[in-house]
């Protein structure tokens, strides 16, 4: 029988936890004649009971897995950790407040297996319950990111998804430090279906993410996704040096027409935009090399297949990486298991 990990990333959530496992073994009964469940808690470093919790749902249900860190390394760390520690040949990311219903999962189990998606993600369509300048803001970043980055974000999705085990590949292929799941499920790219759903409430406990943490997440899903703000000092240097060369020229001619009164003035006044300019071209073009080394140290892969078909035999199709063909090919070893 074919197995799906439910990967739950938590940081002090000792409150909502048992309500969790209730609501997701729920469901992990109804689907128990389709697949097999496993719930795999990261604790990303809580300081309350959260630890001490899944341990002792784990002694009482053996379908619960532990995974603990040393401290709290925050949610994209989770993630990450908990799809390389998942077994399933279906992995689900969501979160422990109930935000994310784990009913929901149903419905994207059967969006895989029936209607052949390599993934099925949430999108809110809602936003009640949220203060209205959050929802401002966040609407305002996704349009944003969006024009500035090549990948597709739909708008109002959230980390909530399940993925088949080829997609889980390319998500962990991807090992940059700076992480940003949102960006990163687009970028791999797969068929995807959408299931839109109402905002819900936290059941228990306190948002982890106060507007100066959202803040910053923002700006690495753009740093992270494009490397248009480095071009921008060409751009304006450019522009200076256009700017300056049109005043240099006037300058000249209004001088050989009625004289200089202020003597000394326009030619400074020339020479420090054609300067600044010249400077701010020359970091543009830094930038741009930079930008080309950004994108090279990330590593990502070069490409992603979903489907392969080299052999006479037609071969299960696998993720390939341009950089691990091997590796690959021993996967399917795992498959067999
Ligand atoms: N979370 C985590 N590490 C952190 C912050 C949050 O693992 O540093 C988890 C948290 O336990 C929850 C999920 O990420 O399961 C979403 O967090 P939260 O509900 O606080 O965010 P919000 O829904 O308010 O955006
Ligand atoms: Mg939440």
Not at 269 to 286: D, E, K, Y
Request: proline share 3%.
């Amino acid at each position: 029988m074919k197995r799906l990990t439910a990967v739950v990333p938590c940081f002090n959530e000792e409150e909502v936890l048992p309500m969790f496992y209730e609501e997701i073994m729920r469901v992990a009964e109804s689907l128990q004649n389709e697949v097999e469940f496993e719930v795999l808690f990261v604790n990303d470093g809580s300081t309350d009971g959260t630890l001490q919790v899944i341990r002792k749902l784990r002694e009482r249900d053996k379908r619960v897995k532990l995974v603990s860190f040393s401290r709290n390394f925050g949610k994209e760390a989770a993630m990450y950790a908990g799809l390389e520690h998942s077994s399933g040949d279906f992995v689900a990311i969501l979160d422990a407040d109930l935000q994310h219903p784990p009913k929901m999962l149903i419905e994207m189990y059967h969006g895989i297996v029936l209607e052949g998606y390599d993934s099925v993600a949430a999108k809110r369509v809602t936003r009640d319950g949220e203060p209205k300048i959050r929802s401002f803001f966040s609407r305002k970043f996704y349009d944003i990111l969006c024009k500035l980055s090549k990948i597709e974000i739909v708008e109002g999705s959230v980390d909530y998804r399940l993925m088949t085990r080829q997609m889980v590949k390319a998500v962990l292929s991807m090992s940059e430090r700076n992480r940003f799941t949102k960006g990163i499920f687009g970028w791999v790219g797969f068929h995807t279906k959408w299931i839109a759903y109402e905002n819900v409430e936290r059941a228990a406990g306190q948002t982890k993410w106060s507007f100066w943490k959202l803040f910053k997440y923002s700006l690495e899903g753009i740093i992270g996704f494009s490397t248009a703000p480095l071009a921008m000092s060409s751009i304006l240097g450019l522009a200076f040096c256009g700017f300056s060369v049109l005043a240099i020229i006037y300058i000249v001619i209004k001088t050989i027409i009625w004289g200089d009164p202020t003597s000394g003035w326009p030619s400074l006044a020339c020479i420090i935009l054609m300067v600044s300019g010249i400077q701010l071209f020359c970091m543009g073009i830094l930038g741009q090399y930079m930008g080309k080394t950004y994108i090279e140290v990330k590593n990502r892969p070069i490409y992603l297949a979903s489907i392969v078909e080299t052999e006479e035999e037609q071969e299960e199709s696998e993720t390939l990486l341009a950089s691990d063909l091997e590796a690959s090919k021993s996967e399917k070893g795992y498959k067999e298991k």
